[in-house]
């Protein structure tokens, strides 16, 4: 049956006040802008003259905050350092409407930060803090305990998983297993490293060069060798469905039970930048499902979003009058 407008419309209209669990490594991206004229006296580099500088909420972050730019009602499950950093990541989430109560304090461990310095659109360096150990039991169970609280009214799950020790393999297991007793839809943006330990969920969104490199195999060309990719890991993760993004080639949805996947034409007019678009996909795909769209409804819909932010330069969101814009 073919998906109208009317009824993608429908669903839009819905998105609002669905409660959505977000688990994963939230980040401060700190972007250091400015010119370049000249190479420093003092060693082979160019001087950035700074004429910008911002922050904005990263990883895990950026997806609770497109969901709440649909005016969803994200809970953010994660864990920070006891730095300025963390203060201002979580400032910055309150800000935009997000539920902070399930982030925790880790006396171990910085709050990851990426900071970019860059001339004009070029990014000369970046610089990392970060912890990529795996959070300790007491710091899990302290998580835990803020998902068990949020998940008696939420509607959807998201686990954003940047490899930073956020998601242990006792909580995947846990998160999981409690989504799927209560009938919760759990969707997964997954770290290669972890690729195989996400099963039994309702979705995985990872790219095409995720998919391949979480298959263990060699990218190959062409419909049929992603056909067989895709029900390859379908059948691996005993999921219920594998969403692959294929940039310019758009998506590829597989179902449990259906032989051919559902192929989705990207809706991008012109292609800006393409940072965050997976955190857009996984969002709104997540949100529409929490809705009471079907998994190919969901999936177009959030075509649609991503299309929308990778016109946009940086990380994007895509708001309702945007989308409505586009389905009218």
């Known amino acids: 049956m073919a998906i109208t407008n009317k009824r993608l419309k429908t669903i839009l209209n819905k998105l609002a006040g669905q409660e959505v669990i977000v688990v994963g490594d939230i980040m401060l991206d700190h972007f250091i802008k400015g010119a370049v004229s000249r190479i420093s006296p003092e060693a082979p580099v160019p001087v950035v003259a700074v004429n910008k500088e911002f922050f904005v909420a990263g990883g895990a972050g950026n997806v609770a905050v497109n969901l709440a730019a649909l005016g969803a009602k994200p809970i953010m499950i994660s864990v920070i350092g006891p730095d300025l950093g963390g203060e201002m990541l979580k400032g910055f989430l309150q800000e935009k409407g997000i539920a902070t109560y399930g982030i925790c304090e880790d006396s171990d461990r910085p709050t990851t930060q990426k900071i970019r310095v ?171 499902l929490a809705a009471g769209a079907s998994l190919p409804e969901a999936a177009v819909l959030s075509n649609y979003a991503a299309g929308i932010v990778v016109g946009k330069s940086g990380t994007a969101t895509a708001s309702k009058e945007e989308i409505e814009k586009v389905l009218a």
């Open 118 to 288: 860059m001339a004009e659109q070029q990014q000369i360096v970046r610089y990392d803090r970060e912890s990529k150990k795996t959070i300790s039991p007491s710091i899990a169970a302290q998580c835990m305990k803020s998902f068990d609280l949020a998940l008696k009214t939420a509607k959807g799950v998201i686990l954003s998983d940047y490899g930073k020790g956020m998601l242990s393999d006792q909580n995947i297991k846990a998160i999981i297993d409690k989504c799927r007793k209560k009938g919760i839809p759990v969707c997964v943006d997954p770290k290669i490293d972890n690729f195989k330990k996400y099963k039994h969920i309702t979705c995985m969104t990872p790219n095409t060069k995720e998919a391949w490199e979480g298959a263990g195999e060699s990218p190959k060309p062409g419909e049929e060798a992603i056909e067989k990719l895709g029900h390859k890991i379908l059948k691996m993760l005993q999921a219920d469905s594998v969403l692959i993004t294929r940039s310019a080639d758009g998506m590829s949805l597989f179902e449990k039970g259906k032989k051919k996947p559902t192929t989705i034409p990207t809706m991008a007019r012109e292609v800006y930048d393409v940072t965050g678009a997976g955190d857009t996909v996984i969002s709104v795909f997540t949100l529409a």
